[in-house]
């Protein structure tokens, strides 16, 4: 079948585009919320419009869309007014929960709460990172973008600090090896689909 995007509306192109780029994987984000001047109050959405785009700086890209009623996400709002943010990388154990923090809520009221989710301190980065996560990027934002017809955020963020299970990680020389079945981590498909990882293999890469 060939299918013509330019003759298409942009939700049906949505649900095609996120059907066949597969697997994606899903960015877990933290942002804070702003809070009542004494209690913090952080904001956790997942997104798997993401990647890594450069190494040098580090530098990551998330896509996020409007909200329903056509306003900003809270993510977007929250990483514009206070630049820092924290993104997870979820296990697959934990799917229920990062479909259950993409639920829209009212600003301020945070999944956090909701979930039952614990926090610890993320070394000296003004923000925490989910207890219960094997890696978390600890990011600044770098760069905000607006594009497309259907206005979409694009949020370029500078990695500052990397969080990695210690149980995942062996040090070969001066490189470091991350155990992807330690990991374990939860992949986006399309539509209510998500995916974990098969055992990985090995190829070697040609000279």
Request: glycine share 6%; aromatic share 6%.
């Amino acid at each position: 079948m060939l299918l013509d995007l330019t003759q298409l509306g942009g939700d049906r192109v949505y649900h095609l585009l996120t059907q066949t780029i597969i697997p994606r994987p899903i960015a877990w984000v933290l942002s804070d919320n702003g809070g009542n001047g004494t209690e913090p109050s952080y904001n956790l959405a997942p997104f798997s419009f993401f990647n890594a785009i450069a190494s040098e700086p580090p530098l990551v890209l998330l896509s996020l869309s409007k909200k329903p009623d056509g306003s900003s996400k809270d993510s977007a709002r929250n990483i514009a007014e206070r630049d820092h943010f924290v993104i997870h990388i979820p296990r697959a154990d934990q799917a229920e929960l990062v479909s259950a923090s993409a639920a829209t809520l009212a600003h301020g009221d945070s999944e956090l709460t909701r979930l039952g989710l614990a926090t610890t301190a993320f070394a000296d980065f003004p923000l925490p990172r989910l207890t219960d996560c094997a890696v978390a990027l600890a990011c600044r934002r770098e760069q905000i973008l607006t594009i497309g017809d259907e206005p979409q955020t694009l949020i370029i963020g500078r990695i500052q600090l990397l969080y990695v299970d210690p149980a995942a990680v062996s040090q070969q020389g001066e490189r470091y090896r991350i155990d992807a079945s330690v990991l374990n981590p939860l992949a986006r498909l399309g539509a209510n689909q998500y995916a974990s990882i098969s055992a990985p293999f090995t190829l070697e890469r040609p000279a």
